[in-house]
């Protein structure tokens, strides 16, 4: 049987293609849904683009189909309707919303000029739902968003293979895949769990060169500028990162599970320490959660420094910096009048002797000690010069011209292989 299905504004900004989600029944729009939609259309924010979706289809539909008033035909089979009322709900019913109101009223019109189709009201506001159901109508929330199995590639999977499998993959460094096993995708990573035996595991993954799983790199023993991975998401991540044939690498995850870590970390080996490449670039991009960024006051870099702290609180935990060694260094500096500048790689008239390799970051470090001709700290536990706060901040000096959240490292010929996050 045909319904009307009466849409609330928030179903439109949740999901611009509701419009077409109601199989062969009919969708509503109150005007009042494309009033509060056009308050919404100048926004940076997702809800923005949403609402100049909703309003671009709306149109295309008037001008290929007519008048939305009488109706249009959608491809399900159903139809879309733009309409609105004159009818008012009972003063005791009203509330400061003005807009509800009339979308409610629109609603119960409706359901009284077309009687022999079911009025459905759709709306993701819990509160007005409840109201809905008091005047009378019925009422759902929007749930075609919702995914139950959502398939995700996920980059990693897990395969029930046999001891001797194991045991072969340790003694010759590669296994075939196991029979049955298909669509495995080239860098995926696999988790080869013994059947038998869970706790006997091995991790691989997946050469698309040799056609076979083969182990991780054996670098990640030793870790990235001192840091390395406390999980096998980490070791997965960290081995993208250090391979020097793979050009991209994308990391999802949650907040804290250490993706900007783990890239910073690579970047700075593979720029400062093994010198595969000359220098190392950081952005993010500039969302603004209030007034745009021009608005807020202070300088370029104070402005952008609520959204760069993070990658300086990441390089000074890399650098092993402590708040006194900071501030020691911040005092060398002090009635000195240079531009900060990081450079690409450390100088200094003599080698320096990086100590112990894969030292955990949190060690306890050796005494400091300050060079006053060369206006550089040294710290003895890894040999490591410790550039001071104002050159951390060194690294947004080219900020304005940069977007996208990534860190990239240029090749010496030229080429660029970014390392994204």
């Not at 250490?258 to 993010?284: D, F, N, P």
Request: overall charge neutral; aromatic content about 6%; charged content about 30%.
């Amino acid at each position: 049987m045909r319904k009307n299905y009466v849409l609330d504004t928030n179903v439109l900004l949740h999901d611009p293609r509701a419009l077409f989600q109601f199989k062969d029944n009919n969708v509503i729009i109150p005007i009042y849904v494309v009033e509060e939609i056009d308050k919404f259309k100048r926004d940076l924010s997702e809800l923005g683009r949403n609402a100049r979706q909703v309003s671009r289809d709306l149109d295309a539909f008037r001008e290929e189909n007519g008048s939305l008033t009488e109706g249009v035909p959608l491809e399900s089979g159903g139809t879309l309707r733009v309409l609105f009322t004159e009818r008012e709900l009972p003063r005791e019913l009203m509330n400061q919303h003005i807009a509800d109101n009339r979308i409610l009223a629109l609603a119960m019109d409706v359901k009284e000029r077309e009687p022999n189709l079911r009025c459905v009201f759709v709306t993701k506001d819990i509160n007005l739902r409840i109201r809905a159901d008091a005047l009378g109508l019925v009422t759902e929330d929007y749930e075609n968003d919702k995914i139950e199995n959502p398939e995700v590639y996920m980059g990693v999977r897990e395969l029930e293979v046999g001891k001797g499998d194991i045991d072969d993959f340790y003694a010759r460094g590669e296994l075939a895949p196991p029979d049955g096993v298909n669509g495995v995708y080239p860098n995926e990573f696999a988790l080869l769990k013994d059947r038998n035996a869970p706790n006997h595991t091995a991790l691989s993954k997946y050469s698309a060169q040799k056609g076979r799983f083969v182990p991780l790199l054996k670098s990640l023993k030793e870790g990235a500028w001192g840091l390395r991975p406390r999980n096998k998401e980490q070791s997965f991540a960290l081995d993208l990162l250090l391979n020097d044939e793979i050009k991209l690498v994308t990391i999802v995850g949650k907040a804290g599970t250490g993706k900007t870590l783990l890239a910073i970390a690579a970047g700075l080996q593979k720029t400062m320490e093994e010198q595969v490449y000359q220098k190392m670039l950081v952005s993010r991009p500039v969302f603004p959660l209030g007034k745009d960024i021009g608005f807020l006051p202070g300088t370029v870099e104070e402005k952008l420094n609520p959204w760069m702290q993070p990658i300086y609180d990441n390089v000074e935990f890399l650098m092993g910096l402590s708040r006194p060694q900071l501030q020691r260094a911040d005092r060398s500096r002090a009635g000195r009048d240079r531009t900060a500048h990081v450079h690409p790689r450390p100088q200094h008239s003599q080698p320096v002797h990086r100590g112990r390799r894969g030292a955990e970051p949190h060690a306890t470090r050796g005494e400091d000690h300050h060079h006053e001709g060369g206006r550089q700290h040294q710290d003895r536990a890894h040999g490591r010069p410790l550039p001071d706060r104002q050159s951390l901040r060194g690294f947004d000096q080219q900020w304005p011209r940069s977007r996208g959240q990534q860190v990239q490292a240029r090749a010496p010929g030229g080429a660029h292989h970014p390392h994204q996050r």
